[in-house]
């Protein structure tokens, strides 16, 4: 019986480690092929990362994107507006403060 549990044992443990790093590849897939352009963004505007597309359309490799600020890439007519809806998301992820942790399910037993 012992023989047979160990390897159980180690094919769940494998599962749990190896689950997470598909669902994150999955969406680091989606990220990269998006057929429009992407980027993170810290809270300062700062470019975290930027899909291919983006990059393309840009004429940049996607590393001379990162660590640049976003506005440089907004129409000089249309950076007044974007700063607005910087300070708008800003103010929102400040005034909502971290997400709730969900409350367990109750029991039933």
Known sequence: MQT????Q?????????VLPMTKQAQYS?????????????GEKGIVGEANRTAAQLLG???????GQPFSAFVLA????????LLQMLKHKALSSGPPEPHAPAPSHG
């Open 77 to 84: 007519a249309d950076r007044k507006e974007y700063y607005r």
């Open 29 to 41: 897939a989606l990220f990269d092929w998006a057929p429009v352009g992407c980027f993170t963004l």
């Open 9 to 17: 044992a180690k094919v769940l443990h494998l599962l749990m480690r």
């Open 60 to 66: 940049a490799e996607r590393l001379q994107l990162v």
């Open 4 to 7: 047979t549990e160990r390897p």
